[in-house]
């Protein structure tokens, strides 16, 4: 007999989690934490502009090939009211080094909340 249960989540085990659920390799999912430090390197980098193939190739470097459902999944919140960058209308064009199809569009930059180096 399989007797399953449910309790609520440890915030200390989402991550833990996320790899569980990872079929892709242990670092291909794109981690919360991992995603703003990558922003705020590019942020630091480029007096607050955040340009998403600078971030990708922050990830890339550190962790090899990530998982780009996850990477994608980031903005919204991290430009949310609860989030640490602002849409902004300004476009540039998209690096085709980690992304796949896309080196011919531009894409929207976001800049870093309340900037300050």
């Known amino acids: 007999m399989t007797v399953l ?6 915030p200390d085990q989402a991550d833990f989690l996320d790899l569980l659920a ?15 430090d ?3 390197t590019v942020a630091d980098r480029d007096d607050g502009w955040v340009h998403p193939s600078k971030v990708s190739a922050v990830l890339h470097e ?8 996850s990477f994608s999944a ?8 609860n989030g640490f960058l602002d849409k902004t209308d300004v476009r ?9 199809g896309n ?4 894409v929207v930059l976001r800049r870093w909340r309340d900037w300050s180096p």
């Open 62 to 69: 550190r962790f090899g090939e990530i998982n780009p459902q």
């Open 22 to 36: 990872d079929d892709g390799s242990m670092l291909a999912m794109v981690h919360a934490n991992d995603f703003r």
């Open 92 to 100: 540039a064009p998209i690096d085709g080094t980690h992304s796949r």
């Open 5 to 10: 249960s449910a309790r609520p989540l440890d």
């Open 38 to 40: 990558a922003c705020r």
């Open 74 to 81: 980031r903005w919204a919140p991290a430009c949310g009211p």
């Open 103 to 106: 080196s011919n569009k531009d």
